[in-house]
């Protein structure tokens, strides 16, 4: 069962606790926690009218969406792994993720960008969280609380709070990344970060071979990757009764070595289904050349540009694949 609590151990709103604090980002946004079905606590978003996780297990979804398709084991006996956390939040994606590789005695660079510091602070306050991590990850997520930064046995990061699309340009032009995550909220609440430029922005810092992966399955974020020349598959769910027809998404920068990159059978090609998608004007992109639209207006350049294409309609094509299916 969903619970839900505006108030925090220490008595405040979520909302109040960051008025307590000196405003560093332009975001009045309300958080309200929730507990998830695995035990895991997670947030919802009042601005974004959103929530970070799926309500089945932020910790769960953390594994299922982003760990298992990174396929740690590739990258046994490599010297160091270069990641990059896009929209870090509470930080599950990268505390699983290290949790992994500090496992697998596998040394890493990580960056990560993210708006807003209170998610991390809220989580590293409440000990579902803080249990759930290894001494040394909550060391690092500690460190990056505190100080943006950590340097240790395990490796070496880097926070850099902002506006994403901004922040990306401060990663210095030399440094490329094997891993990708990137876990914004639905491209249709925060097109910005889903934008064809962002996405560009984001392949130029892939490492030959690295991958993006991203729980979203949209026609236009699978469309803007494949323009970029990535290959592009699916991500399979693991739970056999889900509804769901995909994780989301694997971009690979150059070939993909099924032997070796698919030994987790994370990934599948995409089906007739989902590549009929792509023939839609779902696969129009979200657009933000000068990288500062709001959502409002790129979600409008988007209509815009749907109202006038020739592409086939999303509803015919879900009659197709889902009403025949129900029939
Ligand atoms: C779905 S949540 C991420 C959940 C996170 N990965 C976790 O495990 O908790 C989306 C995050 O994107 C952040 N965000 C929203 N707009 C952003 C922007 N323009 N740049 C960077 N981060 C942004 C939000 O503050 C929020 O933490």
């Not at 151990?9 to 307590?20: A, I, M, P, Q, R």
């Not at 079905?37 to 309500?55: Q, V, W």
């Not at 909550?138 to 990061?157: P, R």
């Not at 993006?212 to 494949?226: G, K, Q």
Request: aromatic share 10%; proline share 2%.
């Amino acid at each position: 069962m969903l619970h839900q609590f505006l108030i925090l151990n220490s008595g405040v709103t979520l909302h109040n606790l960051k008025e307590t604090k000196n405003t560093i980002f332009q975001n009045d946004d309300t958080l309200t926690l929730q507990e998830t079905k695995d035990g895991s606590i997670s947030l919802k978003s009042h601005t974004f009218n959103e929530s970070f996780h799926c309500l089945s297990g932020a910790h769960k979804e953390s594994i299922d969406k982003f760990l298992r398709p990174s396929e740690i084991d590739c990258y046994r006996g490599i010297d160091k792994l270069n990641i990059l956390d896009v929209c870090v939040g509470m930080g599950y994606n990268s505390g699983s993720l290290m949790e992994s590789l500090i496992n697998n005695s596998i040394y890493f660079h990580w960056w990560g960008l993210e708006l807003d510091s209170r998610p991390l602070k809220i989580a590293l306050g409440h000990t579902k969280f803080s249990s759930t991590w290894s001494s040394q990850v909550l060391e690092n997520f500690k460190q990056i609380d505190e100080n943006s930064h950590w340097v240790n046995k395990t490796g070496v990061g880097k926070m850099i709070w902002g506006d994403a699309r901004q922040t990306i340009k401060r990663i210095h032009k030399n440094i490329f990344f094997d891993l990708i995550l990137l876990d914004a909220f639905s491209p249709q609440q925060c097109p910005q970060l889903w934008s064809e430029e962002f996405l560009t922005a984001l392949f130029s810092k892939l490492s030959t071979n690295g991958r993006l992966i991203t729980y979203s399955r949209a026609a236009s974020v699978r469309s803007s990757l494949r323009r970029q020349g990535l290959t592009i598959k699916s991500i399979i769910p693991t739970d056999s009764n889900s509804q769901a027809w995909s994780y989301g998404t694997i971009a690979f920068n150059g070939e993909v070595d099924a032997d070796k990159q698919h030994m987790q059978k994370a990934w599948k090609d995409l089906s007739d289904m989902e590549e009929e998608h792509l023939c839609t004007i779902a696969a129009i992109p979200y657009r933000d050349p000068s990288g500062k639209s709001t959502a409002l207006e790129i979600n409008t350049r988007r209509k815009i540009e749907q109202k006038q294409s020739t592409l086939k309609s999303t509803s015919s094509w879900k009659k197709r694949w889902f009403n025949a299916k129900n029939t």
